[in-house]
Antibody
Framework: EVQLVESGGGLVQPGGSLRLSCAASGFTFSSYWMSWVRQAPGKGLEWVANIKQDGSEKYYVDSVKGRFTISRDNAKNSLYLQMNSLRAEDTAVYYC???????????????WGQGTLVTVSS | EIVLTQSPATLSLSPGERATLSCGASQSVSSSYLAWYQQKPGLAPRLLIYDASSRATGIPDRFSGSGSGTDFTLTISRLEPEDFAVYYCQQYGSSPITFGQGTRLEIK
């Protein structure tokens, strides 16, 4: 059974940093593109970033470029999101999600974690 | 950026009825790269449909997707109690990928 379990969310002040983790199991993690998708409270979904199977390619939504860094450790079956210079508008539930493609990224998501809440507030 | 507009915002129906949810795109969606997700309160989204009309693994056949270009539809042929949720469409044919604002399907 595919499982994605996020952790690391919490309350942080504006300008602060946070590192999210996603532990994957039930599939060959190193074979898939992975993404982070967020959802602000009561709002819709927004793709944040993705990373290629071997970590050699990474892409970001414009609003987080230069502030967020996506990474992965295939030996640990884990995905990460380092978030720096956090803003109030980054407040959201952050989901780890799997792209179903084994080759080029498809940019839709067949499995999602349960999410971790990040609140940016003073 | 392709803007997706979902209609109606809220749909009130009874179990057993047919539901038709619409997703309109501001520009043509390349290769019908459109997905539909279901989300229940406090839970992660679940993939229902990809490539506009292909059902994801384990999705009941009462869910079907159709459309191309700028107009897409998710149809639930006969509503079950567990189908009442929020539904999102997403296009992945153009960068940046975008989601619609959602349609809330509620029990009448």
């Amino acid at each position: 059974e595919v499982q994605l379990v996020e952790s690391g969310g919490g309350l942080v002040q504006p300008g602060g940093s946070l590192r999210l983790s996603c532990a994957a199991s039930g599939f060959t993690f190193s074979s898939y593109w992975m993404s982070w998708v967020r959802q602000a409270p009561g709002k819709g979904l927004e793709w944040v970033a993705n990373i290629k199977q071997d970590g050699s390619e990474k892409y970001y939504v414009d609003s987080v470029k230069g502030r967020f860094t996506i990474s992965r450790d295939n030996a640990k079956n884990s995905l990460y999101l380092q978030m720096n210079s956090l803003r109030a508008e980054d407040t959201a539930v952050y989901y780890c999600a799997r792209d179903p493609s084994l080759i080029a990224a498809q940019y839709y998501f067949d499995y999602w974690g349960q999410g971790t809440l990040v609140t940016v507030s003073s | 950026e392709i803007v997706l507009t979902q209609s109606p915002a809220t749909l009130s129906l009874s179990p057993g009825e047919r539901a038709t949810l619409s997703c309109g795109a501001s520009q043509s969606v390349s290769s019908s790269y459109l997905a539909w997700y279901q989300q229940k309160p406090g839970l992660a989204p679940r993939l229902l449909i990809y490539d506009a009309s292909s059902r994801a693994t384990g999705i009941p056949d009462r869910f079907s997707g159709s459309g191309s270009g700028t107009d897409f539809t998710l149809t639930i042929s006969r509503l079950e109690p567990e189908d009442f949720a929020v539904y999102y469409c997403q296009q992945y044919g153009s960068s940046p990928i975008t989601f619609g604002q959602g349609t809330r399907l509620e029990i009448k």
